[in-house]
């Protein structure tokens, strides 16, 4: 039954949302696709470090990302998280120029397990690496509100 000790298996399904910081313009992006790989080490009963791999996809850009979070765990549903992550995106627009970047983000969120699999999470994410007119998704804004809705394998 414990056989994925330390990796999970996510599946996202998300709606996320993200403001641009020069025209305070709010932007909705839907149909994302991530999967990811985690791999949790536990610190203390509360305390945990996570890492792994996220690979995502919507209708503007591909992007890989690799974590590093600290995770505190408020009770057995409830914990919060933050930590930074390095990422590289590419966009998926055939009418635009190619571009892709490598940056780095940090992230602060919260996360509610329904069931031991079943979870919802809400984060944010604050970009210090960011292109102008690059049509790289959400990493090309600044800063990003995500709400995903998962389920652990």
């Known amino acids: 039954m414990k056989i994925h000790l330390l990796i999970f298996c996510l599946f996202y399904i998300g709606f996320s949302n993200a403001q641009k910081e020069k025209k305070d313009d709010l932007k909705f992006i839907d149909g994302i696709f991530n999967g990811s790989i985690e791999l949790s080490t536990k610190i203390s009963d509360k305390w945990s470090l996570e890492t792994g791999l996220d690979a995502s996809y919507n209708s503007?850009?591909?992007?890989?990302q690799v974590p590093f979070h600290f995770r505190y765990k408020i009770n057995k549903k409830l914990s919060v998280f933050t930590g930074p992550e390095i990422y590289y995106s590419s966009?998926?627009?055939f009418y635009l120029p190619k571009s892709s970047v490598f940056g780095t983000s940090?992230?602060?969120?919260?996360?509610?397990?329904?069931?031991?699999n079943a979870y919802a999470k809400l984060f944010y994410l604050y970009n210090f690496t960011t292109k102008n007119n690059t049509n790289l998704g959400l990493l090309n804004n600044k800063s990003v509100l995500n709400f995903k809705i998962g389920y652990k394998f």
Do not use: K, M, R, V
């Open 106 to 116: 940090a992230q602060l969120g919260i996360q509610y397990n329904f069931t031991e």
């Open 91 to 93: 966009n998926t627009d």
């Open 60 to 64: 503007e850009a591909n992007s890989l």
